[in-house]
């Protein structure tokens, strides 16, 4: 059997005029349905670059990734802005909801994007009950005619998180969503994640520095030179 | 449908796009009220012009004319194709002149004219000249050059006067034979004159209407049926100066200056005697029933006049450089006005690079949220279009309320500045002419909004090419 999401022997170098930065160096990583991955890793070391490649945001210089053995990396643009509408949800560690819509819209979005204005019309009742379900599901339900910058850091967040399930993905690619956080609400948005992981068996790759936060999470695995440091030496971290 | 969203969105928050809206705006407005009333002053001039010109003129190359006129017309009556189209015909006689008269403090006046012999009859049939005269205007009946009976009178009594004074300065010798019997004089009355509104007559401030409008009235100092001039022009077949009094039976308004100021109208036949040329004319007018036969009659025209040494020709084709020198004139105020738009144009283009900038970070989202690149240009080529359309129509409004109100408008800064900005005097027409014409609104608003569409391309493209990590790790 597949795993879920493969990445194999990722290179990534940017370059700009004479510099050379190599991010990735032949990165391997396997994560398996509903599981809940921890990436970690000094700042700098190529852990936001890692979930641009595997959610198709961008392209790895060479290596493949493979969703339930079909190769991703290499699709048309069409493809890719499919797979990153239903397949994939993001979570950034700042946020990123659009101001000028409300919560709900914001939650909405991604339905907005794969639905024509007419399709919409015609489904924007369901839609809107499904948009509501899942901010109250956040706990936001009250606040869905806020715009973001009436809501506090975690109430973003909980509604970005509310954002990228909207179209029931296969996988969450979350990257430091409590690094803007204090310790309860990151505290909280790791609950959130948790309970989504074990209750809906929602497969989730978190990219995080911050060490308190990886126990929750079944696997960790920590980035070293571009690479995946071998399970071993985790243990003694 | 997020785009729809978005541009809404971003229509009602970003208060630059109104900058862009308002530019469009009067640029669409500037150019409805231009051409309105551009439109308005060439249409009225048209039907003054057309008024005045019968639908087609023959006409001599030189200015001794064409004799028999009645035979040329004889033969035009004489073809069904032709008197079937034709509704009247008139000939004409027109030469140079030169006019003396004296106002009424004894200013004496010399000046050259436009000397026009009429046929008064056939004339009235062919039109454009009874409707333009002021007095005879709200007459009925045919005009004609004959003095008032009481006019007559008086020059019958000055003559017996002048009689009886010359009686009495010869002494009747009672021892000489009486004298022969004098021959009984034929009273001389001198012919009706026709002049020009703008040769004999000043314009007089008489108040203001109630809406504020300055009202003038027009002063004929000379009066008609009392004021004599006198008329030098050329004669005989070695075009001696001859010259003859004439009396000032009417005046000829057409409001168009260049006539009004130059015309003076006597009877054909008296201006034929007087120089001598009998039964010869410079012209034939000629009305048609229809003027969209003008083409093919003129055609049959010059076919049978076209070895007799004349011109044939419309209205419009003697007109030819005034019309087209309206037309280009619009052309040009067109093009330069579309810069106003395009001016608008590249406002858009800088306020929508700095909208996108700003937005960088929120097209990585929507990118990241599967977005496409085409989908993300669509936001920023529609929100061009919205704003387009918007800007667009509040310029029709605006431009439409300007025109219908242009003279009241005109009057308030008038008021204002305290001068005339459309002076009556100068222009002759008691309002701003306009005339809408709704394929110019059409065309107007279509490259209105074509403008705001294609200036956004660029940021729209712009948009669609930012690479999403990079827009989403833009701070
Ligand atoms: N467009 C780019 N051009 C050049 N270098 C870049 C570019 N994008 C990222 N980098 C470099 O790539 C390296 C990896 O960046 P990345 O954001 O993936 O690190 P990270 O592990 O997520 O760090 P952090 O924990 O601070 O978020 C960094 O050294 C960064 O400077
Ligand atoms: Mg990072």
């Known amino acids: 059997m597949h795993p879920l999401l493969r990445a194999i022997d990722l290179q990534k170098t940017y370059r700009k005029d004479a510099n050379r930065v190599e991010v990735l160096r032949g990165l391997s990583l396997d994560v398996h349905e509903g599981e809940f991955v921890s990436v970690i890793g000094a700042s700098g070391s190529g852990k936001s670059t890692l979930l641009h490649l595997l959610g198709t945001l961008d392209r790895p210089d060479s290596g493949e990734i493979h969703l339930e053995g079909k190769r991703i990396d290499n699709l048309p643009s069409e493809g890719r802005d499919k797979l990153r509408n239903h397949t994939f949800g993001f979570i950034f560690q700042f946020y990123h909801l659009l101001p000028e819509m409300t919560a709900l819209e914001n939650v909405l979005t991604p339905a907005m994007i794969a639905n024509s204005a007419w399709s919409w019309w015609g489904r924007r009742k369901e839609l809107r009950r499904q948009g509501m379900a899942m901010l109250e599901r956040m706990g936001l339900g ?16 909980r509604t970005a998180i509310a954002r990228a399930l909207i179209s029931r993905p296969r996988v969450l690619l979350a990257d430091e969503p409590t690094g803007n956080l204090d310790a309860s609400n990151g505290g909280h948005i790791i609950e959130v994640l948790r309970n989504l992981n074990r209750d809906d068996g929602l497969t989730i790759v978190m990219v995080t520095h911050n060490l308190d936060i990886v126990q929750e999470s079944d696997r960790v695995v920590r980035m070293v030179e571009g690479r995946i440091e071998p399970a071993a030496a985790l243990v003694n971290a | 449908m997020y785009k729809l969203l ?21 640029g669409v407005a500037t150019l409805i009220v231009v051409n309105s009333v551009m439109s308005g002053f060439s249409t009225k001039l048209k039907d003054r012009l057309h008024g005045l010109l019968s639908d087609i003129v023959i006409e001599a190359s030189t200015m001794e004319g064409f004799a028999d006129p009645g035979e040329k017309m004889a033969r035009i009556r004489a073809l069904p194709f032709l008197s079937e189209r034709i509704e009247a015909m008139t000939p004409v006689m027109e030469v140079f002149a030169i006019m003396q008269f004296s106002w009424p403090n004894g200013e004496r006046v010399t000046r050259t004219v436009h000397l026009v012999g009429v046929d008064p009859k056939s004339r009235n049939l062919v ?44 002494p009747v010798d009672p021892e000489q034979p009486p004298p022969p019997a004098r021959t009984p004089k034929r009273i001389k009355v001198p012919c009706g004159v026709v002049l020009g509104n703008l040769i004999a007559s000043y314009r007089e401030k008489a108040g203001t209407d109630e809406n504020g409008t300055v009202k003038y009235v027009e002063k004929y100092p000379l009066g008609t049926d009392r004021s004599e001039v006198i008329i030098t022009t050329i004669g005989g077949e070695r075009l001696m100066p001859v010259y003859d009094n004439f009396v000032v039976v009417d005046y000829f308004k057409s409001d168009m200056s260049e006539y009004d100021s130059q015309y003076v109208f006597v009877p054909l036949e008296h201006l034929q005697q007087l120089r001598t040329m009998q039964n010869r004319v410079t012209s034939i007018q000629i009305k048609l029933r229809d003027y969209a036969t003008a083409p093919a009659v003129v055609k049959e025209l010059r076919k049978m006049f076209g070895k007799d040494g004349v011109r044939v020709e419309t209205w419009e084709h003697k007109q030819g450089p005034l019309l087209a020198a309206i037309s280009i004139e619009k ?9 106003i738009i395009g001016v608008a144009g590249f406002g858009i283009l800088a306020i929508f690079t700095m909208i996108v900038a700003e937005k960088t ?16 240009m669509k936001i920023f080529l529609g929100y061009g279009f ?13 431009g439409l309320s300007l025109t219908f109100n242009i003279n009241a408008i005109e ?25 809408i014409e709704i394929w110019m609104l059409v065309l107007v608003n279509i490259g209105a909004i074509g403008i705001a569409v294609v200036f956004s391309v660029l940021p729209a493209m712009r948009a669609a090419m930012l690479h999403p990590v990079r827009a989403l790790r833009y701070e």
Request: aromatic letters at 10%.
């Open chain 1, 142 to 157: 009250q606040r869905w005619n806020h715009r973001p910058r009436e809501l506090s850091g975690g109430e973003m967040q």
């Open chain 2, 6 to 26: 978005l541009c809404w969105r971003y229509l009602r928050t970003r208060y630059l796009a109104l900058a862009c809206i308002i530019s469009v705006m009067l």
């Open chain 2, 127 to 170: 039109g454009g000249f009874k409707e333009h005269l002021v007095q005879a205007r709200s007459k009925p009946g045919e005009f004609s050059f004959e003095l008032s009976p009481e006019a007559r009178k008086r020059y019958e009594y000055r003559e017996a006067i002048m009689d009886l004074q010359q009686r009495a300065i010869t």
């Open chain 2, 331 to 339: 052309g040009i105020l067109n093009i330069l006005l579309f810069l």
């Open chain 2, 361 to 376: 970070r929120d097209i990585g989202i929507l990118k990241a949220l599967g977005a496409s690149n085409g989908g993300v």
């Open chain 2, 386 to 398: 919205l704003l387009g359309i918007i800007g667009a129509w509040m310029g029709t409004a605006l």
């Open chain 2, 411 to 435: 009057h308030l800064l008038s008021n204002i500045t305290g001068g005339e900005i459309f002076n009556r005097e100068v222009y002759y027409f008691d309002k701003i002419p306009t005339n």
